[in-house]
């Protein structure tokens, strides 16, 4: 596994994805790249300036001023920065989700950071994920999987979680959440969130976490071993 080689992991909101592709590029020593941080920079962005998020014109007209950088701290995990600021924490704020749904939707943003994506590959191997990683960012990736869960199982990880953060919301808000997000990004018209016809398909409904990773590592071994 000399090559430098991509691994796309797509999938919906809660079903693990940044969580499990950070330990499994660790394990790989390969370069992680959580692609939602990027939306959520750009949707936080907005979210300052007082923009509505589904205003295209708007969103877009406010694109060639906002710098969004991508450093890893000593620590090898991502953080991002908006203008030189760290806003990593920021990003996830519960509010901000929308906001990097509602962005993440109109083609302008989508092209602004699509080549962003693509270079990352480009210089060493890396496992990146997202909503339309293996379909649209990287569609020659050598390994593609979309990770998925039931959504209630799903929304009971991410209340747990939120819980943990310190920023707590009811498991009924969450999961109405959920649904609404994975509709608006399976029916966008940019790049909806589907599985690439390639890629190996991984429900962790059952799973713990243990599990789900080794799942994941079976099929990257599999697809880059010769």
Not at 30 to 48: E, S
Not at 111 to 134: H, K, P, T, W
Not at 156 to 177: A, S
Not at 194 to 221: C, G
């Amino acid at each position: 596994m000399s090559n430098i080689y991509s691994v796309a992991v797509d999938g919906p909101s809660g079903a693990g994805k940044s969580t499990l592709s950070k330990e499994v590029a660790k394990e790989l020593g390969i370069v992680y790249v959580d692609t939602g941080a990027i939306y959520r920079t750009i949707g936080y962005y907005i979210f300052t300036q007082g923009i509505d998020p589904k205003d295209e014109r708007a969103v877009t007209a406010v694109l060639p001023e906002v710098q969004v950088d991508m450093r890893y701290g000593a620590d090898g995990l991502q953080r991002m920065f908006l203008g030189g600021t760290d806003v990593t924490e920021k990003i996830r704020l519960p509010e901000i989700s929308m906001y990097a749904s509602a962005v993440s939707a109109i083609p302008a943003v989508r092209a602004f950071l699509l080549e962003m994506q693509r270079d990352m590959a480009r210089r060493s191997s890396v496992i990146m994920d997202g909503r339309d990683i293996g379909t649209v960012v990287l569609p020659n990736a050598q390994v593609k999987i979309f990770l998925c869960a039931d959504v209630q199982v799903r929304a009971r990880r991410r209340t747990l979680e939120l819980e943990q953060r310190g920023t707590p919301k009811p498991y009924e808000q969450v999961l109405e959440e959920m649904e609404q997000r994975d509709w608006a990004d399976s029916h966008r018209s940019a790049a909806p969130l589907r599985p690439a016809e390639d890629a190996v398909v991984v429900d962790t409904t059952n799973m713990d976490f243990a599990q789900s990773k080794d799942a994941i590592l079976q099929v990257i071994r599999r697809r880059t071993q010769p």
